[in-house]
């Protein structure tokens, strides 16, 4: 499994960024099996949730974002999005996709400082910088 995160960038405050990972999958189970999602983390600050998508197009977002930020994928570009709108100063940090086979639905799955653990399978950074 391979990710690979772009479109990070510079953006004033109430902007729009658009993220873009390119996954290749080559195993057993097909990339419309695997659950996706992108991470942040900030100077000084944990690793934290931002958007999660289930094969079945369930969503999972942090609460920080919600109404904001839409996750979605293409599967024949092989490509997950992140579509960050009306940004804002504390949105700023390296942001980073993530893969894995799809067990547990997103409804069942715990505190957002627990979403990590469901992903093995993780991207380089990409970064985003929001100024005021």
């Known amino acids: 499994v391979s990710l690979v995160a772009s479109g990070g960038g510079s953006a004033d405050t109430g902007g729009s960024l658009r993220l873009s990972c390119r996954f290749s999958i080559n195993t057993h189970t097909p990339a419309s099996d695997y659950c996706m999602g992108w991470f942040r983390k900030a100077p000084g600050k944990d690793r934290e949730g931002v958007a999660m998508l289930d094969p079945d197009g369930t969503t999972l977002y942090a609460d920080s974002v919600k109404g904001r930020f839409t996750i979605s994928r293409d599967n024949a570009k092989s490509t997950l999005y992140l579509q960050m709108n009306s940004l804002k100063p504390e949105d700023t940090a390296d942001y980073y996709c993530?893969?894995?086979?799809?067990?547990?639905?997103?409804?069942?799955?715990?505190?957002?400082?627990?979403?990590?653990?469901?992903?093995?399978?993780w991207g380089q950074g990409t970064e985003v910088t929001v100024s005021s």
């Open positions: 993530a893969a894995d086979i799809s067990t547990d639905p997103l409804a069942t799955w715990g505190p957002r400082d627990t979403w990590w653990a469901h992903f093995g399978h």
